[in-house]
């Protein structure tokens, strides 16, 4: 059974600071990271995917993968109340393959 | 910008009645996808659909569940006796060739009564 943890928040950040989004991942044959944004009702939205180890920055958002440990992670600069919303960690062990989702972390970015 | 659309965005129905939910997937992509939110849940993979056959499925994808693609732009989700504890928001996807994306509709919320 393929399991994506996440913790569940939820987590509150102030305006401009920086936000902190964890997940772990069972399965090692995975091979490909996502996260998205999930306002509540609405449908999931990418923010930021990744493949290999290390870090990968979009703008405000950093993904950082560490295969070893089955960790990947999302850094939020500059944090926004219009950030506040669930991230859904997803993971896939293959270009065409289902992704497993973890159950979100819900951010709430304080004015 | 190209975009998955699903129809309807609510359904409400009777259970034990079948239901038949609705995507059109963005027009170059060939793989398909379903998967549905139980409210306050995580989301949890139904199927997968390339070159018109099930790709793979989940344990939750039993035999009351079917999808299609009828024609060369719809992708349709038919749950044949419908119980209370499908109410759910189910999401279409789609993916291209040679892309690691899967792009989701808005979703349909299924209310089962």
């Known amino acids: 059974q393929k399991e994506v943890e996440q913790n569940s928040g939820p987590l509150s950040v102030p305006e401009g600071a920086i936000a902190s989004l964890n997940c772990t991942y069972s399965d090692r044959g995975s091979q490909s990271f996502f996260w998205y944004r999930q306002y509540s009702g609405k449908s999931p939205e990418l923010i930021m995917f990744i493949y290999s180890n290390g870090d990968k920055e979009d703008g405000r958002f950093t993904a950082q993968l560490n295969k070893a440990s089955q960790y990947v992670s999302l850094l939020i600069r500059d944090s926004q109340p219009s950030d506040s919303a669930t991230y859904l960690c997803a993971v896939s062990d293959g270009s065409a393959r289902q992704l497993t989702f973890g159950s979100g972390t819900q951010l709430t970015v304080l004015p | 910008e190209p975009e998955v659309t699903q129809t309807p965005s609510h359904q409400v129905t009777q259970m034990g009645q079948e239901v038949i939910l609705r995507c059109v997937p963005i027009?170059?992509?060939?793989?398909f996808y379903w998967y549905r939110q139980i409210l306050g849940q995580k989301v949890e993979f139904l199927v997968s659909?390339?070159?018109?056959?099930?790709?793979?499925k989940s344990e939750i994808f039993d035999d009351q569940f079917s999808v299609e693609r009828p024609d060369g732009s719809n992708f349709t989700l038919k749950i044949r006796s419908t119980k209370l504890e499908d109410s759910a928001m189910y999401f279409c996807?789609?993916?291209?060739?040679?892309?690691?994306?899967?792009?989701f509709g808005a979703g349909t919320r299924l209310s089962v009564l």
């Open positions: 659909f390339y070159n018109n056959e099930i790709s793979e």
């Open positions: 996807a789609s993916k291209p060739v040679g892309g690691n994306i899967q792009y």
């Open positions: 027009s170059n992509h060939l793989y």
